[in-house]
């Protein structure tokens, strides 16, 4: 009988799949894991080329438990895009420990290319006290977008880059959104307040309540969106300058105060809802205000 042959697998033939196909499945591995960009773009040139303009001016810089610096190094180092930074220390390996030094390393390499940060959004922060101080030296320049997720208290991590962010807010901060107590009323003091100034979607989500009120709303000039959930804010008297009167299109509140609405009319509103509202006697007065210009939704 003749010997028989061992079966040989054909090349892979990946290499000339056209970049429309390609593209197709980068964005489709990325919406299902953003994780999977990085490793993608090390994958070879032509893959990090495509991914590059796939994401178009802008690269998603994930840093987690399992980063390294070399990863973030490539991303950065690979491409000159805007970049938009995402933290989350909250997924682990089964037996996989927080490793400070390796932390530090990644974020280092990231806050040195500061200046072309899009966007800065902590999902889960480092361990308190298990890493040193990290300071961000750029101009945020390019920062469009902030948000802070449930959970991320403030510390010697977080309070340096809002400090960034605040002494370089520019025009170009156009969204914001907070989901801890001690981050709004850190950037609600007079010093800070001026990071506001531009921004057009503020989400402020609360766990809890606060009792101790924030002045944000005279500072609100340009907003659009304002979402609010458990939000304590001041006793506004008729006469206060509240700016966002006349920009506001969308609104939805939760458990927050609408007195600041009283004898008020928003010319532009287009989508309202408010929920559980504190200081329910003037609901009447705010609902024929909104009426007179678009429809409301108050439960």
């Known amino acids: 009988m003749p010997p028989r042959r061992r079966a040989v697998c054909p090349p892979s033939k990946v290499h000339v799949f056209p970049v429309e196909m ?31 303009s796939t994401l178009g001016n802008r690269a998603k810089l ?7 610096k070399k990863e973030v190094e490539a991303i950065i180092d690979g491409n000159r895009s805007l970049l938009d930074v995402t933290v ?9 420990r927080f490793d400070a030094r390796k932390f530090h390393a990644c974020f280092m390499v990231a806050a040195q290319a500061a200046s072309r940060w899009r966007s800065f959004e902590l999902i889960s922060p480092p361990p308190r006290g298990e890493y040193e101080d990290l300071q961000i030296l750029q101009p945020l320049q390019h920062f469009v977008s902030f948000s802070l997720h449930q959970g991320c208290a403030l510390g010697n991590f977080l309070e340096p880059l809002m400090a960034t962010m605040a002494a370089t807010a520019t025009p170009n ?18 010093a800070l307040i001026h990071v506001f100034h531009s921004v057009t979607i503020l989400i402020i989500q609360l766990p809890k309540r606060i009792d101790s009120p924030v002045d944000i709303l005279p500072y609100l000039e340009r907003l659009e969106s304002f979402e609010a959930h ?10 206060a ?46 609902e024929y205000a909104f009426m007179l210009l678009a429809p409301v939704c108050l439960q």
Request: charged letters at 20%.
């Open 88 to 96: 989350d220390m909250s997924i682990k390996r089964y037996g996989q």
């Open 241 to 286: 300058h509240l700016p966002l009167t006349q920009t506001l299109r969308g609104l939805h509140l939760k458990r927050v105060s609408i007195q600041w609405m009283s004898e008020r009319v928003f010319p532009h509103i287009e989508k309202c809802y408010i929920e559980f509202p504190h200081h329910a006697d003037t609901i009447q007065i705010c």
């Open 62 to 68: 994930w840093i987690g438990r399992s980063t390294r």
């Open 22 to 52: 390609l593209t197709k499945i980068f964005m489709f591995a990325i919406q299902a894991d953003p994780h999977s960009q990085k490793n993608i773009m090390l994958v070879c040139r032509r893959w990090h080329d495509i991914m590059l």
């Open 173 to 190: 901060l156009t969204r914001i959104c907070i989901s801890d107590p001690n981050a709004v009323r850190y950037l609600g003091q007079p």
């Open 230 to 239: 458990r939000l304590c804010l001041p006793i506004y008297p008729p006469d």
